[in-house]
């Protein structure tokens, strides 16, 4: 859920919140720069979703949508996960996965007055 929150702020915002960390691996697939994280960001953004296929624990999977307020500025996120392969992109599941989650996060965010 993070990873979609942080793909709806200003880079400034993220470079300055991450600042005084380091980006940790936590598996294989976790970005350990800030250009990694950067890409990671982008495609989240394009996507409006973040997926996680054992991006932290193997055998998990989820996928986040951002909650956006009244400014469409981001201040939650919601996420389903379960079993890895409902989340993998050959899923038979992924893209009602998808639809579920992003719907929900636009009805969330419209009640805030949200744009969407």
């Known amino acids: 859920m993070g990873r979609i929150i942080l793909a709806h702020m200003p880079r400034a915002e993220v470079r300055d919140l991450l600042a005084d960390g380091k980006l940790a691996a936590i598996t294989s697939r976790t970005a350990v720069t800030?250009?990694?994280l950067e890409r990671q960001l982008d495609a989240d953004?394009?996507?409006?979703?973040?997926?996680?296929?054992?991006?932290?624990?193997?055998?998990?999977?989820?996928c986040a949508a951002v909650i956006l307020d009244h400014s469409n500025r981001p201040v939650a996120a919601i996420s389903l996960s379960g079993r890895q392969s409902?989340?993998?992109?050959?899923?038979d599941r992924r893209q009602a996965i998808a639809d579920g989650v992003?719907?929900?996060?636009?009805?969330l965010s419209s009640l805030l007055g949200a744009q969407v």
């Open 34 to 36: 800030f250009e990694q």
């Open 45 to 62: 953004r394009a996507e409006g979703l973040a997926w996680s296929v054992a991006n932290y624990e193997e055998g998990i999977g989820s």
């Open 86 to 91: 409902a989340f993998e992109p050959n899923s």
């Open 102 to 107: 992003h719907s929900t996060a636009q009805r």
